[in-house]
């Protein structure tokens, strides 16, 4: 089957990113990232104290901080992306809503 240069092969629009977006999408990776630094800070603090390498610090802190760190390293960063996700469909859901509306 032979297509000529003309005929496109997908009929899609171009891609043209909303600067907005971007920079919320920036943010929201900006704050994950920085959440992760936290939670591997947590971890080894936490580790530190539980190895008795702070002495004032008794051993059971430092579990609750070891504890605290993975949840911060790996439940924190889904439930926030997760939320930025549903906020975005939630967005494009009601500006469709309004563009059937207008065209109605």
């Not at 920036?26 to 591997?40: D, M, T, W, Y």
Request: glycine share 4%.
């Amino acid at each position: 089957m032979n297509q000529s240069i003309d005929d496109p092969v997908d009929e899609q629009p171009e891609y043209i990113p909303d600067p907005e977006k971007e920079k919320q999408a920036k943010a929201v990776h900006f704050a994950v990232s920085l959440i992760r630094l936290l939670g591997v800070v947590l971890v080894m603090l936490g580790l530190f104290i539980a190895m008795d390498r702070l002495p004032p610090v008794p051993a059971p802190v430092g579990y609750a901080l070891v504890i605290l760190g993975l949840v911060q390293l790996w439940a924190m960063p889904v439930w926030i992306i997760r939320k930025y996700i549903r906020a975005r469909v939630a967005e494009e859901a009601i500006a469709k809503a309004a563009e059937n509306r207008d065209v109605s």
